[in-house]
């Protein structure tokens, strides 16, 4: 088959996906046998170099369909010369154990399977097919759910890879669209299965991809690339606020033991943004396995009211095991583990 | 008629709009004679200390239709002992003579009528009742716009009044739903007109608000306070980031008369979002009057390639009227107005 300019671009994308790694790459593709993956396994594969090694999980939920998913993987891969790990898990019955939905259960097994093959070919690569059309998706998703400017980011063409963050997560075609990869195939004659993980999408991604999303192609019909722009522009922000706060915390925090100690004056005069992204910051720091996603917006806001007030001393409980201790000059948080006795602690 | 809590609590979030300014104010409030502005109105007289004057603009677009809404907003204020400015436009043949929607006239026409009230009645405050509905929709169009993460700010409760930036426009009611402000006008008995300015919106507006919005009210059904906290975080990203690039300016860059020296080594280590708010930052002060909205984001990132390649020496025109002479340290951006004699220019 000749090669298109759609074929050549796609490709392009995927080897500038790799350019900042070293050259001599071996690869994990997760593949489900979709056009998605398919297209990104072919198009990695033609980047110089790399050494790719497909890896296919067989969820077992369709029976003699998901074992044919499994097959056409294999004949991909022996067709191309291609290294390809498959595995079965029982996903429903995971989910079962788990309490928790065939959804949920389905791509913690998937990311975990992932990680264990990665690791047993000695990379720390591992590339999906997420592209354009599911990432503006996620961007509605995440903004429906109320997640802030942060969670606008949606995915990253790099991230860590979720539950093993020492591997890292690429995405070659975060850029590309679902249209333009259906192409790819048609374009080289690559045969493609049903994709089986879009039966596996929780009912408000369907609604997203099937009412919402046409609906704001009607007014805007570029409104995918659109939203895919949209979550480049809050990741650079993200990236820049958080460079902010590091210089913030350099500037007026300094940090013991087990406290970090803030100039109270120096900490009021910072944008309101930064006042919180120190206070985020500093509680990341004191707990550090938890992460903030449990530390409450009003909480924050509470403690910005007092902080800022003229109050000469006070304690404040930013959250259960979060303290902060104010004084005229200084406010100092610290960690603070339900203790056995917590008169001894009282200022 | 007795106060109730919501009426209490919209007066409170009336008076919190006030709070930092002074307390002997007069604030001009415009009012259509509908629900959103004569709740504004009451909300605000009630705010001690504070003298109101209704501004109101007829845009003789509905004939005795209009003279009523006319007619009752003077009843209002009347009743209320407010004084009141109405005057009327031919906004249908602003619209003609200017070559432009009735919208977009309707719009220039009022805010020129609000500056020009504000400046007979001595006061920089202008009110407008712009609330959380609003808002909300005022989001998806600039997303669906693709106004990148800095177009999600959508309104603020502060702003430049249009056209006038020397007066500033307050929107008390921002984070007051509609459904609230009904409620307000029905406790207190405030008769309402059909609010006319609800017909002079567009068609993508319209849209938003008839299909988008109830759809996604489906999906989550706090989605208006999601879109509306969604702007609030925007706006306080946009504030850190140009902090940001304020510290980076004092960083690595220095002005003289005409031009902005640039350390590209120093300015290389910033992120990447940092970078593109520095160049613009740059051709903001060199072009004042203009603004950025006109420089592409593709021509920043083509500089931005220039800039970062080991590249000796070059010089790249980043719009028409802004040059960048590049050397191995620095990078020098000057304005280049097109000269009669362009060569004289020329390194």
Redesign the interface.
């Known amino acids: 088959m000749p090669v298109t300019n759609l074929v050549s671009r796609v490709r392009a994308e995927a080897a500038a996906a790799l350019v900042a790694f070293p050259s001599q790459l071996t690869l994990l593709v997760g593949v489900s046998g979709g056009p998605d993956s398919l297209c990104l396994a072919d198009a990695l594969a033609h980047v110089s170099g790399t050494r790719i090694v497909l890896a296919h999980l067989n969820h077992q939920l369709r029976g003699a369909e998901a074992d044919a998913d499994a097959q056409h993987v294999r004949a991909f891969a022996e067709a191309r010369g291609l290294a390809v790990v498959i595995e079965c898990q029982d996903v429903a019955a995971l989910a079962r154990q788990s309490q928790r939905s065939i959804e949920l259960a389905a791509r913690e097994a998937r990311y975990a399977f992932l990680a264990q093959a990665a690791r047993e070919h000695n990379t720390q690569f591992v590339a999906v097919a997420h592209h354009a059309d599911d990432q503006a998706e996620t961007v509605l998703f995440r903004?429906?759910?109320?997640a802030?400017?942060?969670g606008?980011r949606a995915m990253q063409q790099r991230a860590p890879l979720p539950g093993a963050p020492a591997l890292m997560l690429l995405r070659p075609l975060l850029r590309i669209t679902r249209k333009e990869i259906e192409h790819y195939c048609a374009d080289l004659g690559i045969v493609t299965r049903h994709d089986a993980s879009n039966d596996l999408r929780d009912a408000?991604r369907n609604?997203?991809r099937h009412?919402?999303m046409p609906?704001?192609q009607?007014?805007?019909p570029?409104?995918k690339?659109?939203?895919a722009?949209?979550a480049d522009?809050?990741a650079?922000?993200a990236?820049?606020?958080?460079?902010?706060v590091e210089?913030a915390l350099t500037h007026c925090v300094s940090q013991t033991r087990d406290s970090f100690t803030v100039l109270r004056a120096a900490w009021a005069q910072?944008?309101?943004?930064?006042q919180?992204?120190v206070l985020r910051a500093c509680v990341r720091r004191l707990r550090p396995e938890q992460g903030v996603t449990d530390l409450n917006f009003s909480a924050i806001e509470e403690a910005r009211d007092v902080l800022l007030s003229s109050v000469r001393q006070a304690e404040i409980a930013l959250m259960a095991e979060i303290r902060i201790d104010v004084d005229r000059e200084h406010f100092v948080m610290r960690r603070h583990d339900p203790p056995a006795n917590e008169v001894a602690h009282a200022a």
Chains 1, 2 share one sequence.
């Open positions: 903004m429906l759910r109320g802030g400017t942060e606008l408000t609604r997203i009412e919402v609906l704001l009607e007014i805007n570029g409104v690339q659109v939203l722009r949209l522009s809050a650079a922000d990236e820049v606020i958080a460079y902010a210089k910072l944008p309101v943004g930064l919180r992204g």
